[in-house]
């Protein structure tokens, strides 16, 4: 009889100790494998924060810098009746309403639109008359301007600025249109037009210019470019 009651002891303290290791064991696994999950959940937060901030940085950077941003919804069919403006990607700058440009200018080697590609508009009969340009630096048009505003090319008879110039006009003023500013600096004295630039800003902001940098810039590509 006591020994049935000793086997049986023995019996209940080895499923006591099975129990209690197997418990165990569960408690390991659980402390290294629930650590390894979070380990990787914060890996990817940390990773998805450090994308985050990255992103705003360049945002930031991008308003700090003004740079212009690309109108990623304009299509050929978008931009056929307007004029070229600013955001437009350059891959479509013969795709406006005025067509393919008359010439492209050099590459500007200087200035606010350094290494930025010109694009001129002419009239259409004969006279070579400068109408439009725009330019275009990384790909996007970042400037654009009018000229000979006070001919019949953008105002009509009665002096009402066109929306889309009559490149095919005779180009004579119109009493009551615009008038078109002429600087004392001559174009024909500076050898670039950032050097014409630097002598005649002063004096297209006098005028009234709200980018007298960019007018005289211009200005001189209009005449000797």
Not at 27 to 39: D, K
Not at 43 to 68: I, M, P
Not at 75 to 94: N, R
């Amino acid at each position: 009889m006591i020994r049935v009651k000793m086997a049986l002891l023995r019996w209940v303290m080895i499923c006591v100790f099975v129990v209690v290791l197997t418990a165990m064991l569960a408690a390991c696994s659980s402390v290294t494998t629930v650590p390894s999950t979070m380990e990787g959940s914060d890996v990817r937060y940390g990773a998805d924060r450090v994308q985050k901030s990255l992103e705003a940085l360049e945002a930031q950077r991008s308003r700090e810098s003004g740079a212009t941003q690309v109108d990623t919804d304009a299509t050929a069919k978008s931009v056929a009746e307007l004029l070229p403006y600013i955001g437009l990607p350059e891959s479509l700058i013969d795709k406006t309403w005025l067509g393919a440009p008359d010439r492209v200018g050099e590459v500007i080697d200087g200035g606010k639109f350094k290494d930025g590609t010109p694009y001129y508009w002419n009239a259409q009969n004969g006279s070579g008359d400068l109408l439009f340009d725009a330019i275009a630096v990384d790909g996007v048009v970042v400037n654009v301007s009018k000229y000979n505003l006070a001919k019949n090319y953008w105002c009509d008879a009665a002096g009402t600025m066109r929306v889309l110039p009559d490149r095919t006009a005779s180009g004579a003023r119109v009493d009551g249109g615009a008038t078109q500013f002429v600087p004392n600096e001559d174009p024909s004295d500076y050898d670039s037009p950032d050097e014409y630039t630097d002598a005649a800003e002063d004096e297209f902001a006098d005028h009234g210019s709200s980018n007298s940098w960019q007018e005289a810039f211009d200005y001189w590509e209009s005449c000797i470019g």
